[in-house]
């Protein structure tokens, strides 16, 4: 299955700069709406200080590894990064970099006390999640989808 797609997709060309974007876009909503709960609890400003600059980080090194791929690797289209048995150094470096990032966030969330940090923070995932107990079966559960999906991915 061909997933190239002629020049002049914008979406697929630059779907990178677009998820960028996206976190981008995101991070600044929810920094809004930690000012409020900031006003009132000042102590909580550095943690969420600490959350946006990791939403920022975290949350793109994906899209930029796959710009990169993009830019330098002539990766023709975002679509390419469905092939990941391609051959290309760039969507393989997507992957790992997915991999790298749930491990990281496991570490965190179950290791080093993220749940209870982001609990601590209300309004951090923009969810409903009240107990650390929650943060940790939730973000269990979507790195079993996530893993599935990979595999899905890679025998497609």
Same mark, same amino acid.
């Given at each position: 299955?061909?997933?190239?797609?002629?020049?002049?997709?914008?979406?697929?060309?630059?779907?990178?700069?677009?998820?960028?974007?996206?976190?981008?876009?995101?991070?600044?909503?929810?920094?809004?709406?930690?000012?409020?709960?900031?006003?009132?609890?000042?102590?909580?400003?550095?943690?969420?200080?600490?959350?946006?600059?990791?939403? *920022?980080?975290?949350?793109?090194?994906?899209? $930029?590894?796959? +710009?990169?791929?993009?830019? /330098? !690797?002539?990766?023709?289209?975002? %679509?390419?990064?469905?092939?990941?048995?391609?051959?290309?150094?760039?969507?393989?470096?997507?992957?790992?970099?997915?991999?790298?990032?749930?491990?990281?966030?496991?570490?965190?969330?179950?290791?080093?006390?993220?749940?209870?940090?982001?609990?601590?923070?209300?309004?951090?995932?923009?969810?409903? *999640?009240?107990?650390?107990?929650?943060?940790? $079966?939730?973000? +269990?559960?979507?790195?079993? /989808? !996530?893993?599935?999906?990979?595999? %899905?991915?890679?025998?497609?």
């Amino acid at each position: 299955m061909d997933l190239n797609l002629p020049v002049g997709y914008f979406a697929f060309d630059y779907f990178w700069v677009l998820a960028i974007l996206a976190v981008v876009i995101s991070t600044i909503y929810l920094r809004n709406s930690w000012k409020k709960i900031v006003a009132v609890k000042p102590e909580l400003r550095k943690g969420y200080d600490q959350l946006l600059l990791g939403y *920022l980080v975290f949350f793109n090194i994906p899209w $930029i590894v796959m +710009g990169i791929g993009m830019i /330098f !690797g002539g990766i023709p289209s975002s %679509l390419s990064f469905f092939k990941p048995r391609s051959g290309s150094i760039f969507i393989l470096a997507f992957y790992v970099s997915i991999v790298l990032l749930w491990i990281l966030g496991a570490l965190w969330l179950y290791l080093k006390g993220g749940a209870e940090f982001l609990i601590k923070h209300p309004g951090s995932m923009n969810s409903t *999640l009240n107990s650390p107990k929650q943060v940790k $079966i939730f973000y +269990g559960l979507t790195l079993v /989808f !996530g893993i599935v999906a990979m595999i %899905l991915i890679w025998s497609w």
